[in-house]
């Protein structure tokens, strides 16, 4: 099973895991800051908790989530060289792309969803200065028009 792309669709799953359970808004909001930290963490947390929510020996699932994540260690914040590291390889890989796929995306909003959708290779990356130069290349790679 892939882990969700967005905190809402994470929240809709754990939800639907702890009986849908609404969080109040500071348990969502701690649980979101963990999430953001670590994803994988904080869902593989969720999927075990709703296990014992259904085996009736816990109550309330999202308070439980809260406090195993409030104990669990802070993760060292990247550091600038490291981000900009990890975007300078994501833009490499997408730019491969582009050389290999680019002269086959139709149009320029099929793209954007590619690069920076969902799913997208850039997607964590995304502004107004990637998108232009990302469609400048692409640009490059769709076939010239035949003269009348």
Do not use: Y
């Amino acid at each position: 099973m892939t882990a969700p792309a967005t905190w809402e669709q994470a929240r809709r799953a754990i939800v639907s895991g702890f009986g849908d359970e609404l969080p109040i808004d500071s348990t969502e909001a701690a649980v979101l800051a963990a999430w953001r930290q670590q994803p994988d963490v904080v869902e593989a947390a969720a999927q075990r908790i709703a296990g014992l929510k259904t085996e009736g020996s816990v109550r309330s699932g999202w308070a439980v989530l809260r406090a195993e994540l409030d104990n669990l260690p802070a993760r060292a914040p990247e550091t600038t060289a490291d981000a900009q590291t990890r975007r300078d390889a994501a833009v490499d890989r997408a730019d491969a792309w582009l050389r290999t796929v680019g002269a086959h995306v139709p149009s320029e909003g099929e793209l954007l969803d590619e690069l920076f959708g969902p799913r997208g290779l850039l997607r964590a990356w995304d502004c107004a200065e990637l998108r232009e130069r990302m469609l400048d290349r692409w640009r490059a790679t769709q076939p010239q028009e035949a003269a009348a």
